[in-house]
DNA sequence: ATCGTTGTCGATAACGTTTTCCATCATTCC
DNA sequence: GGAATGATGGAAAACGTTATCGACAACGAT
């Protein structure tokens, strides 16, 4: 029933490159008239074969548009040369990020895939780790993790964390400087003399949100300026939360002359409900966010803002997993990156309208 | 020396839910006294093991953190129960797109996985067909290409392509309607009053392209408004390049006093220009461009332009593969979706500043 | 003439699943 | 009480590749 050379039964005949339905080693064998281990050796560049055979093998896989199949060479080798990156979902950080890594990818030998979680993150908790126990050594070598809510993902794997808002993560991470970002942002809008400054704060369980808050009262400390709570509100990263915590601080009897947004996103709804309330940016409010995603600079006007070097982050956290998978030592298991503060037009003095 | 029992000699003893290195089917069925294909069916709920032994197996797997690996899986089977999307880099669109798939494979049963060429599609041509032969059947059942140049990809597997430029493929494909889509912008502009009306073309490859100036000229014929040919540059979809054409435009002893532009980068672009030279936007001259990419709602000033339903390209396409690889029967093969027109700061009646 | 040596090539055992088929055993019916 | 029946578990082949190792020829050196 099991015919050892069952090849022959079905010989290769169709000489069209047909690049659909797949074709197999063996049949390139068979067409060839060699054992399926020299193709493989041809495949590969082995020693071992003579010019002469190779040359015809290369033919033969060239004409019947053979393609090593992925699947079975990963079952085979335990490395994929594939490397993930899973995103909670593709917002404009993300996407950056995304854009980083998939800059630095060239040349590693690695091949970059993006998995999406499609914004289910809330639905189950732990969904990182999962993800990572079906992937890792079955589809990748490695993964990048940029979901904003690693909890206390623990994966003793080639696994790098970017932006890892949570802090006592066992993963290498690579983050940008939120506390001292915060700082920059915050000491600008003092020493252009704003005293009473507002802040959108981020989601509070994450601690990048944290980081900033803290970096805003640090500044206030060090330039011995008193933070009045009442001046804070809850934007919890979200549009339209944030929205609504721009609305009552601006509706306050005593306002803030400038108000610094956890988020670019935060500091974009900051703008609108300013413009809706007829309130003038910058000269009766200054605006400081955070990020600078692209549309920042298309803002109107130009978003003042805490540049988070994102693609960098990307980069970095591909070199590291790449190190890390060639069992490298790492230098450094947590990168912190440098962030800088990116003047445009929504900053000025206090009461430059008058 | 290949112990044929060989599992018994390195007995798992350990307890720890090690989440790393792989455990694999063998150790769960030693581990739980039972063969490998009784684990195989406890794991996918097979008929013919008792709900006793089941439950044993289970919590064993459970121990051991057992995950089942997906790379053997589709050697065997030859499904993968993965979706592949195919993005030549992360820009606005494609982005849109690809959320828009993102959101389509929820509850489809499969997983969506992005890939990104990075830029280098300049490279070498005829790269989206060999990631094809490489990816499908292999690590995909099937693929979503959102690449703008498909030359001529031929393939007979389940292939879906978004806004393929060319027409003339042989592949199932879905696409915004740019020649309606174009009519209805530059109809706008016509009804405004504007006979004087620019447009910064696209890249002259891309049937997209060559339809929205096709586009462009009907509008005019139904009008009953000729076409002056001066008033025609060559942007290319490049930020630079429209930032070019635009100048050229503006430039003129006679300048337009409307542009629509194939894109909304370009529409952007033309946007910089007039405040460059001191044009009012809308007042001295009137913006129309395509796309509505989300920094189009951000620009200053917002920008009215032909709204393309990206994210529900993205979804059909989805919708179309995973017909597909049911191996049902297209309804359609060419889906084309309609645009619609957003109004929003960058027109108004010519002349409207005196 | 014999013995290594080198250069080619092929057989074969893995990799970790799934699936088909067969063996075993308890049960039940005549 | 024996045989048909059904339930349960296991053995083994297969998926397509790569790596190891042995076979075999041709050849030069002793």
Not at 175 to 202: E, F, S, W, Y
Request: proline share 5%.
């Amino acid at each position: 029933m099991t015919d050892p050379v069952k090849v022959e039964e079905s010989p290769v005949e169709q000489t069209t490159p047909r690049v659909g339905s797949r074709v197999t080693m063996q049949q390139v064998a068979a067409e060839a008239g060699v054992s399926v281990s020299t193709v493989s050796k041809v495949m590969n560049g082995r020693y071992g074969v003579s010019t002469q055979t190779s040359d015809h093998v290369s033919k033969v896989i060239d004409r019947l548009g053979y393609e090593t199949s992925l699947v079975a060479r990963s079952l085979r080798n335990t490395r994929t040369n594939v490397i993930g990156l899973l995103v909670a979902d593709f917002e404009p950080f993300s996407t950056e990020v995304l854009k980083g890594a998939a800059d630095a990818i060239r040349g590693t030998g690695y091949e970059l895939v993006a998995y999406s979680a499609g914004g289910r993150t809330d639905e189950h908790v732990g969904w990182e780790r999962r993800y990572l126990s079906r992937v890792m050594g079955t589809l990748v070598d490695g993964a990048v993790l940029v979901t904003p809510t690693v909890t206390d993902v623990q994966y003793d794997g080639p696994v790098v964390a970017v932006d890892p808002h949570t802090g006592r993560s066992s993963l290498p991470t690579v983050a940008a400087d939120n506390l001292q970002g915060a700082r920059m942002g915050v000491d600008h809008l003092l020493a252009l003399g704003h005293r009473r400054i507002g802040m959108v704060t981020g989601r509070a369980d994450l601690v990048s949100a944290q980081l900033r808050e803290r970096g805003f009262r640090e500044a206030h400390a060090a330039a011995g300026v008193p933070v009045d709570e009442s001046l804070l509100a809850l934007g919890a990263f979200d549009p339209e939360q944030a929205r609504e915590a721009a609305r009552t601080l601006l509706r306050l009897p005593r306002p803030p002359t400038a108000i610094f947004a956890a988020n670019d996103i935060s500091a974009l709804a900051t703008l609108d409900v300013a413009a809706e309330l007829g309130v003038d940016v910058p000269d009766q409010l200054s605006v400081v966010g955070f990020d600078n995603i692209p549309e920042s600079a298309l803002a109107h006007p130009p978003l003042t803002t805490v540049q988070q070097p994102m693609r960098q982050l990307g980069h970095d956290a591909i070199a590291m997993l790449v190190a890390l998978i060639a069992g490298e030592e790492l230098a450094q298991t947590h990168v912190i990156l440098e962030t800088t503060l990116v003047r445009r037009r929504t900053t000025t003095a206090p009461g430059a309208a008058s």
